[in-house]
């Protein structure tokens, strides 16, 4: 019997080579912390991640010349407008991928996410051609009305690319995730610079982050039509009416779900920008460079997370994966955020030009937000995976509840401290799901601790 049963074969000769043995090391390090399989899918979706970040972040002190804080506060509009609708394009039908019972039900989904994205974007357009200026006025941003039509652009994109890219983690696919965020990055840091050197602002800053954000989805298609022919080809509207009943919770639950969490997210955004323009475009420039950690190992393991979970559900083991993604989290994550909110007051003048000083102040207040984001949201799915989509909605409504109402408060007390409001109410909403996310996987408070 091998002294080592977990490693091949070939895994053994390796630790016989005297010039491998440092590689071999921090292999199995890596696959203590996390296991084996996690770790190469983990590490496939952050190779794309750390291209994607990198790419935008390395173009954003060119940007943030390019571009005013007025052009980031419409930006910030463009993008919780989109954000919002986004997070109902499929009607949550792209959640339910992953976790279908087989891959017909799967493919039917992803079938029926697709045209009901389409109509949603469709709608979108006819209200934009109807009544463009009626909506800015109502966002609060009149300057925006000549933009709009990117709304519906955005909103299709961006459901179409959710859909696929679930597709794509059920067939754990994640070398294709992976290269759609380094093109997606890549197109949208080209537009951006382009588009802001010929002083189209800012339409430039807008088309680049839609791109940014939804670009990769031609690239996942052509992937799912060239090796999933068979199980596509089986899709029929018979079919599509049975896994629209079959999966209605998603829809019935998830969707509001989403949605308000979104609102919860985005509307106090867009109060912030109403009231006060510059605050708002300063406060997603912080946001946008504390989520390079955050996307950088939290999406990634969020996506594997999903793909295995229901296996891991059936197999009476969800507490333990739970709690080994939780830790893995905490381990990976905390350095680099709380890195950020040291350096970032004062490198953010220096990086992004004088007027941004304001922003790094912001990213130094976000940390203990963002640190209770990042070890929540990825184990989320949770709720899905033992059916409590019911709690999620009244959790979800409960965080937009306390945001909206701290930013609105806020708002009606003078503005000044509204940002203050907004980190303050979602750091508490985020502790909440965490604590609720655990008693969802079963896990116990002494199995934490220990």
Partial sequence: MPLHPHLSQEALLDQRRPGRRLGMTLQARLARLTGNDMVRDVLRLVTGTVGGRVITLAAMPFVTRLYSPQDFALLAVYLGTVTMISAIACLRFDVAIPVAGDDSDAAHLLVLALLIAIGTALLGLIAVLLAAERIA???????????????????????????????ATRARRFGSIAMTRITQAAAGVSTMLALGWAGVAPLGLMLGNLLNASAGGFRLGIDALRE???????????????????????????????????????????????????????????????????????????????????????????????????????????????????????????????????????????????????????????????????????????????????????????????????????????GVCLVIFIISSRLKLLNIIN
Avoid: H
């Fill in 137 to 167: 006025g109502l966002l609060g941003q009149p300057a925006l009305a000549p933009w709009l039509w990117l709304v519906p652009l955005g909103v299709f994109l961006s459901g179409s690319y959710s859909a696929l890219q679930f597709w």
């Fill in 228 to 430: 999933d022919r068979t199980a596509l080809a089986g899709v029929s509207c018979r079919g599509l009416v049975k896994a629209f009943a079959a999966y209605r919770r998603f829809p019935l639950y998830s969707a509001p779900e989403a949605l308000v969490n979104m609102a919860g997210a985005q509307v106090p955004i867009l109060i912030i920008a109403a009231f006060s323009p510059s605050e708002a475009g300063f406060l997603l420039l912080a946001q946008q460079v504390m989520a390079a950690p955050m996307k950088l190992l939290g999406s990634s393991i969020s996506q594997v997370y999903v793909s295995r979970a229901p296996e891991e559900f059936r197999a009476g083991r969800l507490a333990d994966f739970t709690l080994s993604t939780m830790r893995k989290l905490v381990v990976l994550g905390m350095g680099p955020l709380i890195l950020a909110g040291v350096l970032a007051p004062i490198l953010f003048p220096i990086v992004f030009g004088a007027e941004w000083s304001r922003a790094g102040e912001i990213v130094a207040w976000m940390v203990p937000w963002m640190a209770l984001q990042f070890i929540s949201s990825p184990v989320s799915l949770v709720m899905y995976v033992v059916g409590r989509q019911r709690a999620m909605l009244v959790l979800t409504l409960f965080g937009a509840i306390v945001r909206i109402g701290a930013v609105s408060i806020a708002a009606q007390s003078g503005g000044g401290l509204m940002i203050g409001a907004m980190i303050g109410a979602s750091a508490i909403f985020y």
